[in-house]
């Protein structure tokens, strides 16, 4: 509470954490939200105008864009989510092992964390779908295989910092167990690197997705997703743009709305960040008052 209350002074991060609670309750219970059936087509609405009843308008084959768009909120961002927990929850397991525990233990599972890392991300999505076949579930599959050794590197970072502390070598002497040591004192303070890396990696993961559906590669027709409304829209782009607009503007709208609150989370994190940037703010805003009196002189 007391870090969402540092994350809620700055207004654009409040802003943000209000557009990104709102997306993740309408795509939750998108069927209460979404005016029409998202599948149903009506051919003789086929690029239809804006209405009272379609809100957005119709896409080529007389589907309502709002209801497909409200429901495209569950492969672009909530199963995205998932699969960032997932990658998150091997790779915090991993790390804490190698870092708390060091030895071969930390030898062996960073070199398979190597091994991982060593394949370029994408190609290793693309090897994924190649062998199990396109579909959400696969990428997913391939980000959770790309991700966690990520993770499990720098946050076997984070607790080494931490496993080296004098009270953990007092609580280490004392003989409680590892478990108990790790629970107390460790997991708590890097509750917070996790938080970070993990709201950064947020947004570039909805944009892989919606990319690799943007090729054909993710989720399938007749389903709703964000990036597959844009690659549906590419043909009669210049002719029906309002096709594109709802999707593109709804991707940026979440990856900038995820990078802002992830900025903001880490200078609530980094009080020396937070110092900085405000004593970037006063130097502007002197240097803008100098050259507003240079031009009024």
């Known amino acids: 509470m007391k870090l969402l209350r540092q994350v809620c002074k700055d207004r654009l991060a409040a802003v943000c954490l209000f557009i990104i609670a709102a997306i993740f309750v309408v795509g939750i219970f998108a069927p209460f939200f979404a005016p029409n059936d998202p599948k149903e087509v009506h051919m003789e609405l086929r690029f239809a105008a804006s209405s009272s009843e379609y809100w957005l308008g119709n896409d080529h084959l007389g589907r309502c864009m709002l209801s497909r768009l409200i429901y495209g909120i569950r492969p672009s961002v909530l199963w995205v989510l998932v699969a960032l927990s997932v990658s998150v929850g091997i790779g915090a397991m991993t790390g804490f092992i190698a870092g708390y525990f060091r030895g071969k233990a930390d030898a062996v599972l ?5 091994v991982m890392l060593s394949f370029p991300g994408y190609v290793m999505t693309l090897a994924v779908i190649g062998i199990l076949g396109v579909g959400l579930e696969n990428i997913l599959i391939a980000f959770v295989l790309m991700k966690w050794a990520w993770f499990a590197r720098i946050i076997r970072t984070s607790v080494m910092q931490f496993a080296d502390s004098e009270y953990v070598k007092f609580s280490k002497a004392l003989g409680v167990s590892h478990i108990k040591i790790m629970a107390n004192h460790i997991i708590p303070v890097s509750l ?106």
């Open 192 to 297: 917070p690197d996790i938080a970070v890396i993990s709201s950064s990696s947020f947004g570039s993961m909805i944009l892989q997705i919606s990319g690799f559906s943007f090729l054909g590669l993710g989720i399938q027709a007749p389903n709703a997703e964000w990036g597959m409304m844009l690659n549906e829209a590419r043909a009669v782009m210049f002719s029906q743009p309002k096709l594109m607009l709802a999707p593109g503007i709804a991707i940026i709208l979440v990856v900038s709305a995820v990078n802002f609150l992830s900025d903001a989370l880490q200078a609530a994190l980094d009080p020396k960040l937070m110092t900085s940037r405000h004593k970037m703010q006063k130097q502007s805003n002197a240097a803008f008052v100098k050259l507003q009196r240079k031009e009024v002189a």
């Open 110 to 114: 960073m070199r398979v964390c190597d």
